[in-house]
């Protein structure tokens, strides 16, 4: 097994399979921030939802985050926790976290990673430094962080990796074990969704390509990109999950949701779940899905009350939870949704602040969230 190594003034190419592998070293960070004096709305807001944060970005206002405060730098001069949604960035930024490393990058900075990536061993430059954690970033799209492997996609389709391939979950064959640096994999990439074992792609002509292990699919323990379904509009996954939102808005999984095989559905093919989706989440063992009028359904494991609701501990089918939603975030055992009047409610875990409930430490049902940084207009 080889790894993907670079040092500090090298760039290296490596064509494989007919997929061009190139890492590149970031250069200094800019710290340029803006002032905004327009009133903050929701209009345009993105809601965001880790293993244990939650996260806000507006353009041109900022980014909010609440939960816990990796390295207490998602927000800095707070503690280890931050139980009600606080300012983290004076740009707009993307956030993705699991339990160990949080990736964060905000426009013209580099990307930044908090906590630590556990993949088997971290190279160092010729000077020595671990400097995977930093990497300048121009125009990032989407970030994605998982167990072993973290993402990176760019508003040009550029898709890069890092950390463990020992499944293909990074779309690099088998002769490459894992990625310690940031690894450029493909181009043309119009969106990214990534679970623990698997990664999917979908194209610029809306095909959608997997490499990795789904579980409950045998044909797809791949170590490259093979094409897997057509005219996808929207992909989502986590965990052993991937969801594909068609042009038609039908919502079809493959893969397996929920936590033991007594609580848990598995879909050996491509399994169409719902018509007339407008957004889904998939978080660690529930999926949350809002169709176009604006209802929010839920499936899968309810044993923190994600649902919003006492009930059994796993549903096997759709659950009624909410009307008026316009976005949803389901995260490891709670879930926050948006109103269309922008009202912010979330349910279920609280443990670390991750719904900026105070000291609450669980939302046993559907709980409005205070200090959102918005005007309702």
């Not at 399979?17 to 970031?26: D, E, F, S, V, Y």
């Not at 960070?29 to 929701?42: D, G, H, I, L, M």
């Not at 061993?121 to 962080?145: C, H, L, Q, W």
């Not at 007594?262 to 093919?269: A, D, I, L, W």
Request: with cysteine; net charge positive; aromatic share 8%.
């Amino acid at each position: 097994m080889k790894s993907v190594v670079l040092g500090a003034l090298l760039a290296t190419s490596i064509s494989h399979a007919g997929i061009k592998l190139h890492q590149q070293q970031g250069t200094a960070e800019s710290r340029s921030f803006f002032k905004v004096s327009a009133p903050v709305t929701y209009h345009n807001a993105t809601l965001h939802a880790g293993e244990q944060q939650i996260s806000i970005s507006i353009p041109n206002a900022g980014m909010w985050v609440a939960g816990f405060n990796m390295d207490k730098e998602l927000v800095q001069k707070r503690g280890k926790r931050v139980p009600y949604l606080r300012k983290s960035s004076e740009q707009e930024g993307l956030l993705s976290c699991v339990k160990n490393y949080c990736l964060v990058a905000v426009p013209h900075k580099k990307i930044r990673i908090f906590g630590t990536l556990p993949i088997e061993s971290v190279v160092p430059d010729i000077d020595g430094n671990m400097d995977y954690s930093e990497f300048e970033v121009r125009n990032a799209m989407k970030t994605i962080a998982r167990e072993k492997s973290a993402y990176l996609l760019t508003r040009e389709g550029t898709l890069r990796v890092l950390g463990d391939n020992h499944y293909g979950q990074l779309g690099l064959s088998q002769e490459f074990s894992r990625a310690d640096q940031w690894a450029l994999v493909a181009r043309g990439v119009y969106d990214i969704a990534a679970g623990d074992k698997f990664a999917a792609i979908i194209k610029k002509d809306r095909s959608v390509w997997v490499s990795g292990a789904i579980t409950g699919h045998k044909a797809s323990n791949r170590h490259k990109f093979s094409a897997a379904f057509k005219g996808a509009k929207k992909i989502y996954a986590n965990k052993n999950l991937l969801a594909v939102l068609n042009q038609d808005d039908d919502l079809y999984v493959i893969g397996s949701i929920g936590r033991t095989p007594k609580q848990s559905r598995v879909f050996h093919q491509w399994t169409k779940l719902r018509s007339s989706v407008k957004t889904v989440s998939i978080g660690d063992n529930h999926i949350a899905a809002v169709d176009l009028s604006g209802d929010l359904y839920m499936m899968g494991v309810n044993d923190e009350n994600q649902f919003g609701r006492k009930s059994k501990a796993f549903h096997s089918n759709w659950v009624y939870c909410q009307k008026n939603i316009s976005q949803v975030a389901a995260g490891a055992g709670f879930t926050v949704a948006m109103r269309k009047d922008g009202v912010l409610l979330g349910a279920g875990r609280n443990n670390e602040g991750q719904l900026g409930l105070g000291k609450m430490p669980n939302a046993y049902y559907w709980q409005r969230i205070l200090n959102v940084p918005w005007v309702r207009r």
